[in-house]
């Protein structure tokens, strides 16, 4: 099992950046590809990006490329999400979730973080 945190949400004017970070305490979690999701008010949840276990493999939902980068760094058990050129439409809960394969279907993912809030005002 992994248990996922995630963190660096917050409120920040259009334009601005934020990078969110996705931890787990388990050593195991380089053996996990870690996707990106979030989920608006209202909304269905929408998948942002995917990271292979070593994070030389991503995968970017179309809409995603461009503004936003994914990272990782197994030797502190996080993944990494630089946001840029924020826009209030990317207001969400942001998900990271642990799989087996990089996807960009949440069925494929076993393990879940909480979320974390991103607000961006216009």
């Known amino acids: 099992q992994v248990r996922l945190v995630e963190s660096g949400g917050g409120l920040v004017q259009a334009g601005g950046s934020l990078r969110l970070s996705c931890a787990a305490s388990?050593?195991?979690?380089?053996?996990?590809?870690i996707g990106w999701f979030r989920q608006a008010p209202g909304k269905e949840r929408e998948f942002v990006v995917a990271?292979?276990?070593?994070?030389?493999?991503?995968y970017y939902a179309d809409s995603m490329k461009g503004r936003f980068t994914v990272s990782r760094d197994n030797a502190k058990n996080t993944v990494y999400l630089q946001l840029d050129s924020l826009k209030p439409e990317d207001t969400a809960l942001y998900y990271c979730?642990?799989?087996?394969?990089?996807?960009?279907?949440?069925?494929?993912?076993?393990?879940w973080g909480q979320g974390t809030q991103v607000t961006v005002s216009s």
């Open positions: 979730a642990a799989g087996t394969v990089i996807s960009g279907m949440a069925r494929h993912y076993d393990y």
């Open positions: 388990e050593r195991s979690f380089s053996n996990y590809a």
């Open positions: 990271i292979g276990r070593s994070g030389d493999g991503t």
